[in-house]
C-alpha cells in the first residue's frame, strides 16, 4: 500500500479520478430534489400571483446552489467510499428540512416552528457541510485551503441576510414594504453566493472528471421532467374521486408529448456535444470556467423553464376530470398561460445559449420557435385550456423538429463519438472484469 493510499485510507476520503462517473449515492442525495422541485411547484401553487411566482423562483435559486454543492463535491471526493456516506446522509437530513420548508419560507405561520428560520437554518447546514467537506480535502494543500475558505465567507453572508428576512421587524413595515423587504434581502442572498462564484473566476470550480459533471447535470434535468410528470398527474388534489374521461387521457398526453419534446432538445445530442466540447478542454482554469457558465449557471433557467411548465400544467387535469368543467375546459388563468408558454419559452432559449456557448452554433429553428411561442400566448389566451395545450405541443414539438433536422450533419457525428466511446468503455470493462472477477 503507497503513502498516498494510507493518507486517503487515514482521513476516511478518497479522491475522485477524471474517469470517475456519478455513483448510486449520488442518485440517492436526489432524491430529496424529487422532493424538493414539487414543493417548489406546490408553493407558486399556492400563491398564485406575480409575487408568488417570484418567491419560489428565489428559492429554487438557492436549492439549486445546495445541489450544485453535491455535485461539485461528488466531482472531487468518492462519495461512496469511506466515512463521506456517513456525511452525506447527515447532509441530505438537513436538505430534506430545507425542502420540507420551501413552502413556508417566506411565511411565519402561528402555530409552530418559524418557517423562514428553519430553512435558513437547513441552507446553512447544508452549505457548512459541503464547505466543511471541501476544507478538508484541501486541508493538506494551501492553495486549494485558502480557495475553498472563501468559498465558506458567502455561505455565511447568504445564511445573514435570510435570518435578516426572517427576523424582520414588522414595525419597520407594513403591508406590500414589509413584503418587498424580505423578498430583497432573498435576492442579496442569492447575489452574495454566485456573485462570489462570478468573482473566484473558476477558481472554486475543480473538475476532475468532465463526464461525471456532465452526467450529474443530465440527472437533475431528469429528475425536473420527472417532476413535471408528477405535477400532470396529481395537480392540486387527488383525482381518485373523479371520473376518468377523455379530457383527462388527452391533457395527460398533450403533457407527455411537451416533456419529450423538452428531452429530446436536451439529450438527443446537445448533451453529448457539451460533454465532448468540456473533454475537449484541456486547460484546468478553461474547463473550469466553462464547467461553471455553461453547468452551474446556465443549467438554471433550464431547470427553471421546466418548474414553470409544471405550474402551468397543475390543476389541470383536474380540472378536465371534474364533470362540472367544460369539453375542452375552462380559459387558462393569465399566471397559468404565461406559465406553461414561458416555461417552455425560457428553456428553449436556455438551450440556444448553451449551443452558443458551448458548441459556438446558432440554433436559429429554435429562436423562431420562441418568438412564435410568445406570439402565440395572446391566441392561448382566448382557447379553452386543452387546446391552448394542444397548440403549445404541436408547436413545441414542431420547433425541435426542425432543429433536429438542421442539426443532422452534427447530430450524425456527435452521437457516433458517444457511442464509441460507450463501447469502448463498455469492451475494457469486460475485459477487466474477465480478468479480476
Not at 478518497?14 to 449515492?25: D, F, V
Not at 437554518?121 to 467537506?133: D, K
Not at 442569492?190 to 476532475?208: H, K
Given at each position: ?66 445541489w450544485t454543492g453535491f455535485a461539485a463535491l461528488g466531482n472531487v471526493i468518492r462519495t461512496d467510499q469511506g466515512v463521506v456516506p456517513l456525511v452525506g446522509f447527515v447532509t441530505m437530513a438537513a ?281 402565440l400566448v395572446p391566441v392561448a389566451g382566448q382557447l379553452p385550456e386543452l387546446v391552448a395545450l394542444a397548440l403549445l405541443a404541436v408547436a413545441t414539438v414542431a420547433v425541435v423538429g426542425v432543429q ?34
Amino acid at each position: 500500500m503507497g503513502r498516498a493510499d494510507r493518507g486517503r485510507r487515514a482521513s476516511g476520503v478518497q479522491r475522485s479520478a477524471p474517469g470517475s462517473r456519478a455513483t448510486r449515492l449520488e442518485l440517492f442525495y436526489d432524491l430529496v430534489f424529487v422532493f424538493a422541485f414539487l414543493n417548489v411547484t406546490t408553493a407558486a401553487a399556492g400563491n398564485p400571483t406575480v409575487r408568488g411566482v417570484i418567491q419560489a423562483l428565489v428559492v429554487l435559486a438557492l436549492l439549486w446552489w445546495c445541489w450544485t454543492g453535491f455535485a461539485a463535491l461528488g466531482n472531487v471526493i468518492r462519495t461512496d467510499q469511506g466515512v463521506v456516506p456517513l456525511v452525506g446522509f447527515v447532509t441530505m437530513a438537513a436538505a430534506f428540512v430545507l425542502a420540507l420548508s420551501l413552502p413556508k419560507a417566506f411565511v411565519d405561520r402561528p402555530g409552530g416552528l418559524s418557517g423562514p428560520l428553519v430553512f435558513a437554518t437547513g441552507y446553512f447546514l447544508v452549505r457548512a457541510s459541503q464547505a466543511s467537506i471541501f476544507l478538508w480535502v484541501g486541508r493538506r494543500n494551501r492553495d486549494l485551503r485558502q480557495r475553498w475558505l472563501l468559498m465558506a465567507v458567502p455561505v455565511v453572508l447568504a445564511t445573514a441576510f435570510i435570518v435578516t428576512a426572517a427576523l424582520l421587524p414588522q414595525r419597520l413595515f407594513d403591508g406590500t414594504a414589509e413584503g418587498l423587504a424580505r423578498l430583497a434581502c432573498w435576492i442579496a442572498a442569492i447575489g452574495v453566493e454566485y456573485g462570489a462564484g462570478l468573482a473566484l473566476r473558476g477558481t472554486g470550480w475543480t473538475i476532475l472528471s468532465a463526464g461525471h459533471w456532465a452526467e450529474r447535470h443530465a440527472q437533475i434535468i431528469l429528475v425536473a421532467l420527472g417532476e413535471t410528470i408528477i405535477a400532470l398527474g396529481l395537480g392540486p388534489s387527488g383525482t381518485i374521486n373523479l371520473p376518468l374521461t377523455w379530457p383527462v387521457l388527452i391533457g395527460a398526453v398533450l403533457g407527455i408529448a411537451v416533456v419529450a419534446a423538452l428531452w429530446w432538445a436536451y439529450f438527443d445530442t446537445l448533451a453529448f456535444a457539451m460533454e465532448q466540447a468540456l473533454h475537449r478542454t484541456r486547460d484546468r482554469l478553461a474547463r473550469a470556467v466553462l464547467a461553471r457558465d455553461v453547468y452551474t449557471y446556465l443549467h438554471l433557467p433550464v431547470v427553471a423553464g421546466v418548474i414553470l411548465f409544471a405550474l402551468g400544467l397543475k390543476g389541470l387535469i383536474y380540472e378536465g376530470a371534474d364533470p362540472g368543467t367544460p369539453a375542452w375546459g375552462v380559459r387558462l388563468p393569465g399566471l397559468d398561460l404565461l406559465a406553461l408558454y414561458g416555461g417552455v419559452s425560457v428553456y428553449l432559449l436556455a438551450m440556444i445559449v448553451l449551443g452558443g456557448r458551448m458548441l459556438g452554433a446558432a440554433r436559429w429553428p429554435t429562436v423562431g420557435g420562441v418568438l412564435l411561442l410568445l406570439l402565440l400566448v395572446p391566441v392561448a389566451g382566448q382557447l379553452p385550456e386543452l387546446v391552448a395545450l394542444a397548440l403549445l405541443a404541436v408547436a413545441t414539438v414542431a420547433v425541435v423538429g426542425v432543429q433536429t433536422v438542421v442539426d443532422a450533419p452534427r447530430r450524425r457525428r456527435v452521437r457516433q463519438v458517444a457511442l464509441e466511446e460507450q463501447l469502448a468503455a463498455e469492451e475494457e470493462q469486460t475485459r477487466w472484469r474477465g480478468h479480476h472477477l
